[in-house]
């Protein structure tokens, strides 16, 4: 199947170039970093993890989203799935890999990442972080290639297939717990200490991850000849605004239990986020926008009306991937780190060369992307005919 790839329309070659410039710009300052050291990126002693990590934490959720296509397809027999579960592993694939990669550009060293297998420790989160990611992007690519030639073949998957996709279904939602426990264990940062930030990861995860595959589904039904299914978007469509409205709620949890309690420690994160602290307040209009934002497209989702009309819905949906991505991204790490255990206001702020190395990333994400999706569309509309 492979082969599909590399024959495409002009548009087709046209994005791949695109993107290809991307990975070589992001490559080239990346050799930049790695001779200079992470001296060039905005990270410090007190803000230890930046950009890089906050697009790992945004770009597990996507993968964990997933789950939302393949259960109700594999475990309730949910039929219309099954045009879109292909593309939802196939997004997990690109997702997976767009995170280990920026594991990679943060350690400054790659060699570093070594370590981790030459000295294990089942103590360390990140270990078990490694286990699962590594395990999850292993999963959806041999599930999602070997259902896929079994579709093309009109032949039955092979048995030893099924047992992988009940195994990824739990596997989705662990990738991002684990994640989110390697920031609530660490008992000195008050704005992660919190027993439910597991479940506001998975929340924003299965809102900002459905919302990407339904604009992707658009994007597919107006570039190709394969439609993924007007009840299919809808269904996601669904998924997406319980829970994204679970996730503003659990916000809002936060947002009592902190200022009821009057914990200053808590509170201070809260309010250089949102007011500024000592001067310095970057991230507040930032922050405003993501709770705002995401709240008034929680509430306009439920309304059938607007998920109903397909280009209202679409931008609802772009809506809630950007409001996500400020909250469980650079808002997240960035109001993890700032004020430090100290009550030491150090701020944070990517630089260019981050942002280049970021988007040479997310080039490579993008590439396996549409080379998969291509894959897989061509494989549908043979079908189809």
Known sequence: MLETAFTGSKRYYLLLAALGGLVAIGFLTYLYQLSSGLGITGMGRDVSWG?????????????????????????????????????????????????????????????????IIKYPSPNSVL????????????????????????????????????????????????????????????????????????PRFLSSAFAAGPSLLILLALLVRKYTKFDPGREQIQSLAKIVTYAILINVFFFFCELFTVFYSQIPEHMQHFYYLFVGLDGKARMVPYMWFSIVGMTIAALLLVNPENRKNET?????????????????????MTGGFVPNPMERVTEYWPTIPEALITLGVYGIGFLILTILYKVAVTVKEEIKA
């Open 312 to 332: 209202r819905l679409a931008l609802l949906c772009g809506m809630v991937v950007i409001t996500t991505y400020l909250d469980k991204g650079l808002g997240l």
């Open 51 to 115: 950009f890089y990590i906050a697009q790992l934490t945004y770009l597990v959720g996507v993968a964990a989203s997933a789950v939302m296509v393949v259960l109700p397809y594999y475990l309730h027999d949910y039929k219309a799935f099954g045009r879109i579960t292909v593309l939802g592993e196939f997004l997990a694939v690109a997702a997976v890999t767009m995170c280990l990669l920026f594991v990679i550009v943060d350690l400054g060293r790659p060699d570093r990442m070594l370590n």
């Open 127 to 198: 270990f078990w972080d490694m286990i699962v990611l590594n395990t999850y992007l292993l999963l959806n690519i041999v599930i999602g290639w070997m259902v896929l030639e079994a579709e093309r073949n009109q032949v039955a998957p092979p048995k030893w297939v099924k047992p992988l996709i009940y195994l990824s279904i739990p596997w989705a939602p662990s990738i991002h717990t684990v994640t989110a426990f390697l920031y609530s264990g660490l008992p000195g940062r008050g704005y992660w200490l919190t027993a439910i930030m597991a």
